[in-house]
Nanobody, 124 residues
Framework: QVQLVESGGGLVQAGGSLRLSCVAS????????MGWFRQAPGKEREFVAA????????DYADSVKDRFTIFRDNPRNTVYLEMNILKPEDTAVYYC?????????????????WGKGTQVTVSS
């Protein structure tokens, strides 16, 4: 079956950086779009970034644009989220997800498989 496993979360000071990884298995990784979402305590899950099966096609939430970068390594079945200039409001559980399409990438309903998440905590 399809599995997504995130790693790389942790505790970091404001202004610092983290790189999240998500390793996928169970179906042809290069044929699917991948996305990162996050959920902070007491808030709904929100879109962070997505990358198409074409690595040049990426998209970001306004709140992370110019600070976060999503990229993929298809031979390693891995998608990454490079997070720089982290802010306390970036604190959340970060989830990666896989989607068969690209048009509805902002909606979590477009993704059919999800990882269990990795905690990112940014201290002020």
């Amino acid at each position: 079956q399809v599995q997504l496993v995130e790693s790389g979360g942790g505790l970091v000071q404001a202004g610092g950086s983290l790189r999240l990884s998500c390793v996928a298995s169970g179906r042809p990784f290069s044929a699917y779009a991948m996305g990162w979402f996050r959920q902070a305590p007491g808030k709904e899950r929100e879109f962070v970034a997505a990358i198409s099966w074409r690595p040049e096609d990426t998209d970001y939430a306004d709140s992370v644009k110019d600070r976060f970068t999503i990229f993929r390594d298809n031979p390693r079945n891995t998608v990454y989220l490079e997070m720089n200039i982290l802010k306390p409001e970036d604190t959340a559980v970060y989830y990666c997800a896989s989607a068969p399409g690209w048009n509805n990438r902002y909606s979590d309903g477009a993704y059919d498989y999800w990882g269990k998440g990795t905690q990112v905590t940014v201290s002020s």
